[in-house]
Every structure is written in structure tokens, then in C-alpha cells.
């Protein structure tokens, strides 16, 4: 029992020990929020380790540029201008046994974007419109309108529209398209926690017959050509068509003598 207590009396000291001597890594800022540029700085204090260098990641892909074999416990990432594609975790890299590492978190407004800004679909078919968001945080919430609708387009409404969402996708599917009802403006709406972005699509809606119309031109062309070639030959003068059997027998009569 007091050989018990002995080692668990040890294994507190060396754990109070490790933590005082543990690294710690301040960053300022903490967070950068929907900003324009920043500058992102971390500094490695209460650490015995000694450093070869520092880099900085980014949504755990290597910044090259960010690459230092600086020593020095301090290290700084400056970001000119901040877009969607440019948000995401930035974590400060110090290259100690074992490695070090902090992260700062770069938010922005999502960026939404429609797959394609034109879509048609056939008479009674689904006509289907996907928007895609960028950017961190991606959206939490998204929503569908279309042009003329008072208030949002929701699942379980009716059986004629269908919405499926992912953080960085939705998908609209309306049934049973209407030439009439359907054709329009729809705009999809994408929010996180620092605010909305949308875009927006315009939906055709064709004839079932349209795709036969190319087909039937073909047949109409044929059908002209054929009566005017039919048209021609019966109006041909009886002289023309003797002159051309008489010039026939004459050349039979040359060839026999």
C-alpha cells in the first residue's frame, strides 16, 4: 500500500512539472472575423524547447513562402486581402521536439455560387438547380425563393418541390414542370453565423414536342424537295422530251453503221 501511494505521489510530481514547463503559444488575435486583411502572430512562451524554425499551415495544407529557419520563438503571417478562398484554420507551426502548433480560425461571409446561372427542363419532367457555397464557416442555413412566391420555398409544402442541403451545397428539384407555373427567377440563399450571400438562376421550361421540331423541319425540307423535283418533271415541255429521244435514236443509228 505505501509503495501504492509512493508512485502515485511521483507520477503527480513529474505531471506538475511537465505542465509548468509545457509550452504555451499566444496568438493574437484569437480570431479573425469577416475582415479585409490581418496580420496573424504567435509567440511560444513558458517553453524550455528550443526551436529550428516555424511555418504556417493552411487547412493543413503548407504555406511555402511561410517556411523559416528563424530560431526565434515568434513568428507572423500577413494576409493582404482576405476573400472566401483565403478563410479557413491557419495554424503557427514551431519546429521544437516535439512540435508545437496553434490555431487561428479566419472567418468570412459565405460565398455562394450557382452551379449555372441558366437552366431549362422539359414540359411534366424535374427540372433540378444546385447552388455551391465557399469559404469558412460554410453556411449553417440555406434557403430557396423564387421570383413572384411570397415567402420561401419549403419541403413538405407539396409534393412539387424537393430541397436537399449540405454545408457546402443545395440542391432545388421542382416536379411535374409547368410552362406556365415554373418559368422564372430563383434565388438560393446561403447564411453563417456572420451573415448571407445568394445568387441566383433563371429557369426555361420547353414543350415536350420541342425536341421533335429539329426532326419534323427534316421531314418538311424532304417533303418540298420531292414535289418540287416531282412539279418540274411534269411541267417539262413534250418537245424537250422528244428532242432528247430523237437525239437518242440517232446515236443508235451511228453506232450500228
Keep these: 500500500m505505501k509503495l501504492l501511494w509512493a508512485v502515485s505521489a511521483l507520477l503527480l510530481i513529474c505531471w506538475g512539472a511537465n505542465a509548468s514547463t509545457a509550452p504555451n503559444i499566444i496568438t493574437e488575435p484569437v480570431e479573425v472575423s469577416n475582415q479585409t486583411s490581418a496580420t496573424l502572430r504567435c509567440n511560444l512562451t513558458e517553453s524550455s524547447l528550443s526551436s529550428k524554425g516555424s511555418?504556417?499551415?493552411?487547412?493543413g495544407k503548407l504555406i511555402e513562402a511561410s517556411k523559416s529557419s528563424d530560431p526565434s520563438l515568434s513568428t507572423e503571417l500577413h494576409l493582404e486581402k482576405i476573400t472566401h478562398s483565403s478563410?479557413?484554420?491557419?495554424?503557427?507551426?514551431?519546429?521544437?521536439?516535439?512540435?508545437?502548433?496553434?490555431?487561428?480560425?479566419?472567418?468570412?461571409l459565405p460565398h455562394v455560387a450557382a452551379y449555372k446561372h441558366s437552366e431549362h427542363?422539359?414540359?411534366?419532367?424535374?427540372?433540378v438547380m444546385v447552388c455551391v457555397s465557399h469559404g469558412y464557416p460554410l453556411p449553417t442555413d440555406w434557403t430557396w425563393f423564387k421570383e413572384g412566391i411570397d415567402g420561401p420555398i419549403t419541403n413538405g409544402t407539396s409534393d412539387k418541390y424537393e430541397i436537399k442541403s449540405t454545408p457546402n451545397k443545395t440542391t432545388?428539384?421542382?416536379n411535374d414542370l409547368s410552362i406556365e407555373q415554373d418559368i422564372g427567377d430563383y434565388t438560393c440563399s446561403?447564411?453563417?453565423?456572420l451573415g448571407t450571400a445568394t445568387d441566383k438562376i433563371h429557369l426555361r421550361v420547353r414543350s415536350r414536342l420541342a425536341a421533335l421540331w429539329p426532326f419534323l423541319g427534316i421531314v418538311a425540307e424532304v417533303i418540298i424537295l420531292v414535289t418540287i423535283i416531282f412539279i418540274y418533271e411534269k411541267r417539262r415541255k413534250p418537245d424537250e422530251i422528244n428532242d432528247v429521244n430523237k437525239t437518242a435514236c440517232q446515236t443508235e443509228v451511228v453506232e450500228l453503221r
Excluded at 427542363?121 to 427540372?127: I, P
Design 172 to 174: 432545388l428539384t421542382i
Design 55 to 59: 511555418h504556417w499551415m493552411h487547412n
Design 87 to 108: 478563410g479557413g484554420k491557419y495554424e503557427c507551426v514551431f519546429l521544437t521536439e516535439p512540435e508545437v502548433k496553434q490555431t487561428i480560425e479566419v472567418k468570412t
Design 121 to 127: 427542363g422539359n414540359e411534366k419532367d424535374k427540372g
Design 190 to 193: 446561403g447564411t453563417n453565423e
